[in-house]
């Protein structure tokens, strides 16, 4: 049996297929979108919705969205930039910020189906297990399914905290507490005072009081913007909490009002006329000519 060298030949070109764009791109698990995005056959058309959670450097984005044909159709967004509106300037892509972020989509969504009075989540924060429960007498909870992307499923990640915020918002998403942080796989256990402690940012707290003793170069530099603002370690719980209560008070999203620039553009042409217009240029053009013309007659 001699070594045969494979020729990729005509026959071998011909028949090579490219993968779909975005897993050429790096971007999309199709594996994984196959199992969030099809429907059983006996619920027909009816959407499957995504709780849909992507990090970037300086922001979290969480959006509510369902698969079609054509596309996906985004039914809410919200985004972690938001966040300074609820009184958090800093620190937007941290745990605590994820978690407001999932807080803010699940009542915005909610508040759009007028279901917010009906399913009022988890108003008291204690980072144990929550499930929504569906009422009797009325519709059933908003339920969709985590869809993280291409991120690591570890212990304590961010993508967590924004859903614990959406289910403690009143949404019915499938979940356990075994990536919540205060999980410990060894021992089998959860303990929710840790896990309630990185929703109100305390871990950032108590890095800040640690760097603040050992190296106050570093705290000067890390923490630069916090020690601008006046924030210091114990504000934190109590900026998280208000920001949480100032959410569900009113989580519609605000367009921000276009400034007047005072600027007049020019125009190099003629604006374009609708047809009442031009019908009503035509006749005061024909009156002024018959006009004219009555006038030479008349001279």
Not at 44 to 71: C, F, H, M, W
Not at 221 to 249: M, P, T, W
Not at 290 to 298: H, I, N, P, R
Request: glycine share 8%; hydrophobic share 35%.
């Amino acid at each position: 049996q001699g070594f045969v060298k494979v020729v990729k030949n005509k026959q071998y070109f011909k028949r090579y297929q490219v993968k779909f764009r975005r897993r050429r791109e790096g971007k999309t698990d199709y594996y994984a979108r196959k199992r969030l995005t099809f429907q059983d056959k006996n619920k027909y058309n009816t959407p499957k919705y995504r709780l849909i959670v992507r990090l970037s450097n300086k922001d979290i984005t969480v959006q509510i969205a369902y698969a079609r044909i054509e596309g996906d159709r985004v039914v809410c967004a919200a985004y972690s930039h938001e966040l300074p509106k609820f009184g958090i300037q800093v620190g937007l892509t941290n745990y605590a910020a994820a978690y407001c972020t999932g807080l803010l989509v699940a009542r915005r969504v909610l508040n759009k189906l007028g279901l917010d009075s009906l399913y009022a989540g988890c108003t008291e924060v204690t980072g144990e297990e929550f499930n929504v429960e569906p009422v009797d007498d009325g519709p059933g909870a908003f339920r969709c399914f985590l869809d993280v992307g291409l991120a690591r499923t570890t212990t304590g990640a961010r993508v967590f905290g924004a859903m614990k915020g959406a289910v403690d918002g009143g949404l019915n998403i499938p979940h356990s507490v075994k990536r919540f942080p205060g999980y410990s796989a060894e021992t089998k256990s959860f303990n929710a005072d840790v896990h309630r402690a990185h929703i109100f940012g305390q871990h950032v707290a108590d890095y800040m009081r640690t760097l603040e003793e050992e190296d106050e170069e570093s705290f000067k530099r890390q923490f630069s913007r916090y020690i601008k603002l006046g924030i210091r370690a114990d504000d934190l719980e109590d900026i998280y909490k208000k920001a949480h209560q100032a959410i569900r008070n009113d989580p519609t999203h605000k367009v921000n009002a276009k400034k007047a620039t005072g600027i007049t553009k020019k125009r190099w042409n003629a604006k374009k006329l609708t047809n009442e217009q031009r019908k009503t240029k035509v006749a005061a053009h024909k009156a002024a000519y018959v006009a004219k013309l009555q006038s030479e007659t008349e001279a």
